[in-house]
């Protein structure tokens, strides 16, 4: 099997009058040696079923064919999506039964959209522009991944890799904590795209894990950080009053979970806020009558 090197990419785009586009978030892997660092990082097996959002031209797909049951690529671009089964063909025909080419925006897919056997992985090069909310949609709507291997820009792997109290630290971070355990699993340098990008990029590694024990559900937890880091520069009892209805409210849900009201969002863990929105909803349903 042949992995594709700058050359065979600018050939295929020029076959296909492709010229990578900003709108679409795409920058070609040109460089063979960074699929096979990414194939190996992700800790791939072989039973694993591989999603890749984005397969582009192929460079990634013909790396992880071999090395798993299948890869389900989720194409958006109908022109990409249908040169990629030729393209595994002429470079990796013995693999090519592995692939499934679903054509659709990874923002919108569902269970639904995909093969009956469902995606243990998610290995990709993310489009810069919507990285981290494809990767929250597929945590959320694609129960069966157990762990994730994505190349985003090195800004947006630093915020998901985030721990509280670092100046990066943000939803993101939080979101991604309540799906996985996250860490930054190495540097990506910017020549090995084509389109060179303006930023450097990076790996990040995550392994599902269940979620804080609590009554509160997703949306309601979800709810708490969106309000805590609206406003960074207020205090938590500030910030979430909105949410919580008013100010005092919000200083008691604070209080109930043990968080001092004066601190801010960044400090927090994901069961900080699990603990929040689980006092708020309680409270909630006691106003209303129902406990």
Same mark, same amino acid.
Do not use: C
């Given at each position: ?24 978030g ?5 460089d063979?040696?960074?699929? $096979?660092?990414?194939?190996? =990082? @992700?800790? #791939?097996?072989p039973?694993?079923? *591989?999603?890749? +959002?984005?397969?582009? !031209?192929?460079?990634?797909?013909l ?16 022109v ?15 693999f ?21 056997? $469902?995606?243990?992985a998610? =290995? @990709?090069? #993310?489009p810069?522009?919507?990285? *981290?909310?494809? +990767?929250?949609h597929? !945590? ?31 939803i ?67 910030a979430?009053a909105?949410?919580?209805g ?11 979970a ?21 006092h708020?909803?309680?409270?909630s349903?006691?106003?209303?009558g129902?406990?």
């Amino acid at each position: 099997m042949s992995l594709l090197g700058p050359a065979e990419i600018r050939i295929l785009a020029n076959k296909l009058n492709i010229r990578p586009t900003k709108k679409l978030g795409q920058n070609f892997v040109i460089d063979a040696g960074t699929v $096979r660092k990414i194939v190996r =990082v @992700a800790g #791939l097996e072989p039973g694993d079923v *591989v999603i890749e +959002v984005g397969p582009g !031209l192929g460079s990634l797909t013909l790396a992880l064919l071999p090395e798993v049951r299948g890869v389900i690529a989720v194409e958006i671009d109908p022109v990409l999506a249908a040169q990629l089964p030729l393209t595994v063909a002429e470079h990796a025909p013995e693999f090519a039964d592995r692939l499934t080419v679903v054509l659709a925006d990874a923002m919108r897919v569902l269970p639904a959209d995909l093969p009956q056997e $469902r995606p243990t992985a998610l =290995v @990709a090069n #993310l489009p810069y522009n919507v990285s *981290v909310p494809v +990767v929250l949609h597929l !945590l959320e709507t694609q129960p069966s991944l157990g762990k994730i291997l994505i190349m985003v820009q090195a800004e947006v792997a630093d915020r998901l890799a985030a721990a509280p109290g670092s100046k990066v630290y943000g939803i993101p971070s939080v979101k991604a904590a309540w799906y996985a355990d996250v860490r930054r699993a190495g540097p990506v340098g910017r020549t090995v795209f084509w389109p060179a990008p303006n930023v450097d990029s990076g790996l990040v590694a995550m392994v599902r894990r269940e979620p804080p024990t609590t009554v509160a559900t997703r949306e309601e937890v979800f709810a708490v950080v969106d309000a805590a880091f609206a406003q960074r520069r207020k205090t938590l009892r500030a910030a979430l009053a909105s949410w919580a209805g008013t100010a005092p409210a919000a200083e008691r849900a604070l209080r109930a979970a043990g968080i001092d009201p004066s601190e801010r969002g960044e400090q927090l863990t994901v069961e900080d806020f699990a603990r929040i929105a689980e006092h708020r909803t309680t409270e909630s349903a006691a106003e209303s009558g129902v406990a």
